[in-house]
């Protein structure tokens, strides 16, 4: 079945301890990126990836790492997680570009105490 | 930079009613447009897209046409039913390779 896997789905940690939140997608897909979702704003882009070993920042990429070594993965790392990166995380993918139909993960739901 | 703005929620309506969600955009060059749904608990899927203006983008009985005159991209359904209840986004998606998304509109749809 073709789909995006995110992994952890819940997770409540504590401020400062480094966090990775995978994604990988089975589609071969070349685009990747990462948005986060809070009320009344919709979705952020934080980063997104053209391809293998390629990454730029989206909208809100302050506090955010990532990585593509691998075409299929996409991990979003939180080095020192703050309150206000509380949030819900989706990951999604598409064929070549953001203008192709973007499949999303089901998401992480963060909580920094 | 570009923006989308689309009409606030909640919205709420009775089953087999008209459901309009103005959307509305501002770009730079001639983006492609999408209206994607977000089902309680899950993750955003692609409802329908147009690329170029004057396109109807059309999925599950909801359309939408790009509307460059107006820069409006309104999303239409003729008879909602409860499993319509979601919550919808409008975005666009430019010459910079960002996707960018309105704020979302919740509709439930009542028996």
């Known amino acids: 079945e073709a789909q995006v896997t995110q992994n952890p789905r819940y997770l409540i940690t504590v401020t400062g301890k480094k966090l990775t939140v995978t994604c990988s997608q089975n589609m071969n897909h070349e685009y990747m990126s990462w948005y986060r979702q809070d009320p009344g704003l919709g979705l952020r882009q934080i980063y997104y990836s053209m391809n293998v070993e390629v990454t730029d920042k989206g909208d809100v990429p302050e506090g955010y790492k990532v990585s593509r070594k691998e075409k299929r993965n996409f991990p979003l790392i939180l080095e020192s997680p703050s309150p206000n990166q509380t949030s819900l995380y989706f990951c999604?993918?598409?064929?070549?570009?953001?203008?192709?139909?973007?499949?999303f993960g089901p998401g992480t739901r963060l909580t920094v105490l | 930079g570009d923006s989308v703005t689309q009409m606030e929620g909640p919205v709420t309506l009775s089953e087999e009613a008209f459901l309009t969600i103005n959307c509305t955009y501002t770009a730079t060059g001639y983006p492609s447009l999408f209206w994607y749904v977000q089902y309680p608990g899950e993750g955003l899927q692609l409802l329908l897209k147009?690329?170029?203006?004057?396109d109807k983008g059309s999925n599950k009985g909801f359309e939408a046409t790009y509307r460059k005159e107006t820069t409006s991209f309104h999303l239409e359904k003729g008879s909602v039913q409860v499993s319509d209840s979601a919550v919808y986004f409008c975005?666009?998606?430019?010459?910079?390779?960002?996707?960018?998304f309105g704020a979302g509109t919740t509709v439930t749809v009542r028996a």
């Open positions: 999604a993918s598409s064929l070549s570009s953001d203008t192709d139909t973007q499949y």
């Open positions: 975005a666009l998606s430019d010459l910079d390779y960002k996707l960018s």
């Open positions: 147009a690329t170029k203006a004057d």
